[in-house]
């Protein structure tokens, strides 16, 4: 009766309206001392009109609607953001897995180079030291740096990290597939024989590109631009068998065939 505002329409009257839509503004743009003091404002003015006898039920209603909306739309947009996060950062995991897939494929075209930089002896030296000996212990050295340096690993951690504030469907690539990588990975030993640096290389790739598969699919899903795959330079000519060559290959391709003939008897 004080303020001539029907005991029903707590809620809509202008000053609580006007109070109402400062504290949304301040908590969506993040002012949170901002919003608090607009809280207590709010708090005050219901108590107010509560000790004159006014109904601020519906006023009541109305803030703690107002305040749980805000609190979803919190929730929902820290969510945004981490699927926002996560589709970025997949990309660039995926970059990191093709970076590693090329040097994985490069070093096993190069079994001389994997001579030179691994067995017992020469697994044992700093990798510095063993690519100075030759251009093809260089070669296969740098290569197998890039191996070792753990690009794809801390593309994982950081989607660990990103899956812990709200991404969905980081799991079969950080858990699941990041540990194969990871156990591949701590096998590519130096100190062993060659042909046991092969077969362990070979599957480190097979781990790599079973990762990529995964968070290709990961990203699909989230509507992700898939990085395209550069190629993979070749870093020496294929060498063809000499026996394998015909002495006029242009009449053998497109020219007639030769006419046969009998003996007659």
């Known amino acids: 009766a004080a303020y001539g505002i029907p005991a029903d329409k707590a809620g809509q009257d202008p000053e609580f309206i006007k109070l109402l839509n400062s504290y949304e503004a301040a908590v969506e743009s993040g002012s949170t001392d ?4 607009i809280k207590k404002a709010l708090d005050a003015w219901i108590k107010a009109k509560e000790k004159s006898g006014v109904d601020v039920s519906q006023a009541r209603l109305a ?3 107002r305040r749980v909306d805000l609190a979803e739309k919190k929730d929902e947009d ?21 970076e590693e897939i090329a040097a994985a494929t490069r070093l096993l075209a190069q079994p001389d180079g994997i001579d030179a930089i691994t067995g ?3 697994g044992g030296l700093p990798i510095e030291l063993v690519s100075a000996k030759s251009k ?18 801390r593309a994982l951690q950081d989607l660990k990290a990103t899956s812990k504030t709200g991404a969905s469907g980081l799991g079969q690539l950080t858990e699941v597939e990041g540990n194969k990588i990871q156990q591949a990975k701590a096998a590519l030993k130096r100190q062993q024989t060659p042909e046991q640096f092969i077969r362990t290389l070979n599957a480190y790739l097979a781990a790599l590109q079973r990762g990529r598969v995964v968070a290709t699919q990961i990203l699909t899903s989230k509507k992700g631009e898939v990085p395209m795959a550069p190629p993979i330079p070749v870093d020496r000519p294929l060498k063809i068998d000499p026996h ?3 002495s006029q290959p242009a009449l053998a391709a497109t020219g007639p065939k030769p006419r046969k003939f009998r003996t007659v008897k």
């Open 34 to 37: 901002r919003a608090a003091l």
């Open 63 to 65: 803030l703690e609607e």
């Open 78 to 98: 820290k969510v945004r953001v981490a699927e926002e996060a996560a589709v970025s950062q997949l990309q660039g995991a995926i970059r990191a897995l093709d």
């Open 120 to 122: 017992p002896r020469m």
């Open 136 to 153: 093809t212990a260089a070669d296969a050295g740098a290569l197998y740096e890039t191996l070792q340096g753990q690009l794809f690993i």
């Open 244 to 246: 394998s060559v015909t």
